[in-house]
Every structure is written in C-alpha cells, then in structure tokens.
C-alpha cells in the first residue's frame, strides 16, 4: 500500500478475477476511481522529485562556487575571476593547475598585480628524432625514419618503434618491394 491509504483505498483485482461481475459497471467506476487516485498520487511524486532536483542542483551550484572562490584566493586571484572561469569552463575540475592555466591563457593578473605564469607540464608522446641526436639515428625523405634504422629500433626499444609507426614517423619507401608502405613485420622475424 502506498503512503496515506488504508486497505479500503485500494482497487480490489483479486475480487474480479476470483468470481466478481466482470461486467458490473460498480467494478469499473472503482477500477477508474482508483486509477485516478494512482495518477495524482505519481504527479504529486514527480513534482517532489522535481524540487529535490532543484535544491540539489543549487547545493551543488553553491558548492562549486564556494571552491571556484577557495582555489582562486589561493592562487591569488580575484572572486571575479573565479565568475570568468566558472562561464567559460563550466565542467572544469577546480584544481590549481587548473585554475593557473586559465589565468595563463588570459592573462589575469593577481591581485597584487602579477600575472600567472602557467604551470609547469611534462612533454608526454613521442620525442621527435633529429639527425644528429643521442639516438644516432638519421632522418629520411620528409623527416621520416628510413625503413631499416626503424628496424634496427625495433630491436632496441620496440615501445618506441610502435609509437614512431603509428605516428606516421617511418619511411617505407627505401625498403626493397615494401612501397606502399608496409612491411611484413613476420616475415623478417
């Protein structure tokens, strides 16, 4: 039984399909009466629902305002800038590195007067080869690594032979046989 209703509420089913006239209008004026009951009682659920989405919405909205303002003033920027970043990154995570970057691209001073510098990031993906590095490896026609010094890292550093091939960074052309550009990896083991 829901919330609110007593046993004589409530539509009895097991009354009409255990012998009740089926045809009795008195069964289905219940049967309507009780589903319009059913109805109000579901309206009256989504309009709660819709206002715990609300207030919960607006905790949440006052939550990630109150850390937009934390972080700001530890990075040492104004609340107005926190309003900027809060519009511009709406799903950002609040984080320093985060809100550094933000004042860095900007270019938002502080508010003693000294503008972000951006935080510092590592290099992440491949490392280009130059001729003439420490790899001793040289380049081939458009920048690209020959086919047999890739090879030949193939045997040293395989991870970094497979970044190089996906990353488009092999010259298959110089490879006997191989000029479209594949190589029958295999074959040559």
Do not use: C
Not at 2 to 30: H, I, M, V
Not at 43 to 72: G, I, M, Y
Not at 131 to 146: R, Y
């Amino acid at each position: 039984m829901t919330e609110g209703t007593t046993e004589d509420d409530q539509f009895d089913l097991d009354a009409l399909e255990d012998g009740g006239d089926a045809g009795s209008n008195k069964n289905f004026a219940d049967l309507r009466k009780y589903a319009r009951k059913m109805e109000r009682e579901a309206k009256a659920a989504n309009a709660k629902v819709e206002e715990l989405s609300t207030f919960q919405t607006s905790v949440l909205e006052e939550r990630r305002t109150a850390a937009l303002d934390t972080v700001f003033k530890e990075v040492g920027l104004s609340p107005k800038h926190a309003a900027l970043f809060a519009k511009v990154n709406p799903d950002a995570d609040i984080t320093a590195d985060a809100v550094k970057s933000f004042a860095a691209e900007y270019e938002l001073a502080t508010v003693t007067g000294d503008v972000v510098a951006a935080p510092e990031t590592e290099a992440s993906g491949l490392t280009p080869i130059i001729k003439g590095s420490d790899t001793g490896n040289s380049q081939g026609a458009g920048g690209k690594l020959p086919s047999a010094e890739w090879l030949k890292l193939q045997g040293t550093d395989l991870a970094k032979a497979q970044q190089m091939f996906k990353a488009g960074l092999v010259d298959f052309g110089d490879a006997i046989g191989h000029d479209r550009g594949y190589v029958d990896l295999e074959s040559q083991a």
